[in-house]
């Protein structure tokens, strides 16, 4: 007897131990509230979490955390590419850094374009004259000039030892790797970087020497370690070497711009995000303004009424996006009309609930005036409350596949953002024209969209993801999966997203994101509906009610969440 009640005993405890470590495993992050880094790899996320243990900001950590990606996560992570920043601070004020390439002093509207006049394939992909001047070292460097707190040295080392010692990769990077082997192979030739005879597997270790020394050069040096002296040279040698036309000069002459944040309003939240030359914050706030006056919550998460109108709030939205949207020093965008709600509310006016709208018959307004790992997006809090929220990229996965001789670091193809030809779709199949022409100097448009949002003055949410044309739309359905259908953070993440952007008219689902009966609606009222495989890889913090940092890390990447 006594036997037996101390098995049911030891069997209750058990249940009752693995309920417990179950519950903490699945609301671990409801527990921290000193500090959170989600971002897409674990070292990274180590790297960050430990200079906040230090007593590090988020910025700090940001910057620890971008260098980290340059070595842990080569698909996205960088040092040759660039990204934008959204900051706000524990007492509320904003911030955004756009580190956003450059076109070179070289480049020139039809350089991608044959005798004939059309677009030479690839060439603005897989060649050296694809890339633009990068801006992610200049921007790490103003970052932590106007915000950080520990010393810059500190902050790169822990990148330098992970390129040195080699850090070991995962099942998604080794498969990644194997994939591009011909491509690197056939675009670097005489170098070793990224090749493995046999092909990678899991737990090998990669080793990054070159990009060490690289990184010792910006640890000891700054931005001049980067855009002057030996990286400069390597850099231009490279550029010779390929055709490329990155000079000096135009690495001596990039600097990162401080920008005034975008915001606007969502119910009763406030919406901070990114300004021109991303698209990204401008096309999230026409998107949450053309579905605010709906019962989505009534409706529910990707039921049809829910993705009819999300659909056509898209349609509208990158409608716009091709016409208007381009690098305001040399385009004016008119900000102002794109966001009157009046302009909002008249665009969705033309949208009906028998049928899709078709997108040949929706233009851009007129007043006055897929599978993703290309790209990177990491929020941060720190034990104060600030938080950055910054988007980082190469562009294509592993930009354009070339890595500079001697210093190890992989160019980005970012020249592919701007609009090589009017009406010809860039690898995103985006469209633009003049407003996103090349010009010397000019940055390409982009999509990226790191947002901060607020709720009654206090920090509520950070959030962003990689995925090219469908970045906009991730962060927009992630933000209405928590305020409209009460998700907590990692459930907005996970759950399934769905994607339109004008043109072409497809509506790309996710597979799994919608049941077969919404699917055949939403047919039977004229959708073309594509399903496809993971889009996106959004990384998130909310703030609960009690003030606890929740993360969000995307199951669909390797993307991890630390906290403390
Ligand atoms: O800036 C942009 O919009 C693109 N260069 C982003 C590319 C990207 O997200 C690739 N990842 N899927």
Not at 95 to 109: C, H, V
Not at 215 to 232: H, M, N, S, V
Not at 340 to 369: C, E, H
Not at 423 to 428: E, L, R, W
Request: hydrophobic content about 35%; proline content about 4%; aromatic content about 8%.
């Amino acid at each position: 007897m006594k036997y037996q009640f101390n098995i049911k005993r030891t069997l209750l405890l058990l249940i009752a131990f693995s309920f417990l470590q179950g519950a903490s495993a699945q609301d671990a992050s409801i527990k921290y509230r000193n500090g959170m880094v989600v971002c897409a790899t674990p070292d990274a996320a180590k790297v960050g979490l430990d200079i906040l243990k230090k007593g590090g900001n988020a910025v700090d950590a940001a910057v620890a955390v971008q260098f980290a990606l340059a070595v842990t996560h080569p698909e996205a992570g960088n040092i040759g590419g660039g990204g934008f920043m959204v900051y706000r601070s524990a007492k509320g004020e904003s911030n955004t850094l756009d580190f956003r390439e450059k076109a070179p002093a070289a480049a020139s509207p039809n350089m991608y374009l044959d005798s004939a006049g059309n677009v030479i394939p690839d060439m603005s992909i897989l060649t050296h004259q694809a890339s633009g001047v990068p801006g992610s070292v200049d921007g790490m460097v103003e970052a932590h000039r106007k915000y950080g707190k520990l010393k810059w040295a500190d902050l790169v080392q822990p990148a330098i030892d992970l390129a040195r010692d080699g850090f070991k990769i995962t099942r998604l990077l080794a498969g990644s790797l194997n994939s591009h082997q011909s491509q690197f192979e056939k675009l670097n030739p005489g170098k070793t970087y990224f090749l493995k005879i046999g092909g990678w597997k899991e737990g090998d270790l990669l080793i990054q020497e070159d990009l060490a020394k690289t990184l010792e050069l910006i640890r000891d040096k700054g931005r001049d370690g980067f855009y002057t002296g030996k990286i400069a040279d390597e850099l231009v040698e490279e550029m010779k070497n390929g055709n490329g036309i990155i000079s000096k000069t135009d690495l001596a002459n990039y600097h990162s711009v401080w920008r005034k944040a975008i915001t606007g309003k969502y119910k009763g939240y406030k919406i901070i995000t990114m300004p021109p030359p991303s698209s990204g914050g401008i096309a999230l706030l026409q998107l949450l303004h053309s579905v605010e006056n709906y019962p989505l919550h009534r409706w529910g998460y990707n039921q049809d009424s829910t993705v009819q109108l999300i659909v056509e709030a898209e349609r509208r939205v990158y409608a716009d996006r091709s016409k208007y949207l381009g690098d305001p020093d040399f385009y004016k965008v008119p900000v102002d009309s794109l966001l009157n709600p009046a302009y909002i509310d008249l665009r969705m006016k033309s949208f009906s609930w028998n049928a899709a709208t078709l997108s040949s018959s929706i233009q851009p307004g007129s007043f006055v005036g897929y599978e993703s790992d290309q790209t990177t997006h990491y929020s941060i809090v720190d034990h104060d409350g600030n938080s950055v929220a910054i988007t980082t990229t190469l562009n294509g996965s592993f930009g354009s596949k070339i890595v500079v001789k001697g210093a190890g670091f992989l160019l980005n193809n970012e020249m592919d953002d701007f609009s090589a030809k009017p009406g010809v779709p860039n690898m995103f199949g985006l469209i633009g024209g003049k407003a996103n022409s090349i010009q010397p100097g000019k940055r390409m448009l982009s999509s990226m969209t790191p947002t901060i949002i607020e709720k009654d003055g206090k920090l509520f949410m950070v959030v962003g993801t990689p995925g090219g044309s469908t970045i906009i739309t991730s962060v927009f359905q992630t933000i209405l999966n928590v305020i409209e259908f009460n998700q907590d953070m990692q459930q907005a993440v996970d759950s399934k997203r769905f994607h339109h952007q004008w043109l072409p008219d497809n509506v790309n689902v996710e597979r799994g994101a919608l049941i077969e009966t919404v699917i055949d609606k939403l047919k039977q009222k004229g959708y073309k509906i594509i399903i496809g495989g993971p889009s996106g890889r959004v990384d998130a913090i909310l703030i609960t009610k009690d003030g606890y940092y929740q993360g969000g890390a995307d199951p669909r990447g390797d993307d991890t969440k630390l906290g403390y």
